[in-house]
């Protein structure tokens, strides 16, 4: 009967200390470009394109700005961004957006979008992008 006891009180406790930790999803979630598309729409959505300059004059994706992740500059350029309001990241495939996300995390930024597979998934899709030139 103790063995029994001993046994129950044990699983009684496991299940509840599972029950109060609490779910961490990040602030960071990939997004497609269908899913991207649907975001633009939405104001508040800062679109940050995280290419160097030269990249983002050639072609980016529409109402994006440009703050170059390798940048002397860019702590200063994120800085003025709203933390409150949701970021939406990308670069060519996904590598800086990844580096700059763990970056705007850390910083404090509620909501970080990251789109998956950055503008070359974006274009190899059929979406469109624009010049800056």
Known sequence: MYFKIKHLTILFLTFSLASCIKEDKGAVQLVSPEEMLELQNDKS??????RTSTEHTLEAIPNSQNIDFNSPTFDDEVSRLDKNRPVLLYCKTGRRSAECAKKLE????VKIYELQGGI????????SVESKS
């Not at 959505?45 to 995280?50: G, S, Y």
């Not at 070359?120 to 979406?127: L, N, V």
């Open 45 to 50: 959505v800062q679109v940050v394109d995280v």
């Open 120 to 127: 070359s998934r974006w274009k190899y899709e059929g979406f």
């Open 106 to 109: 850390n910083a404090g930024f």
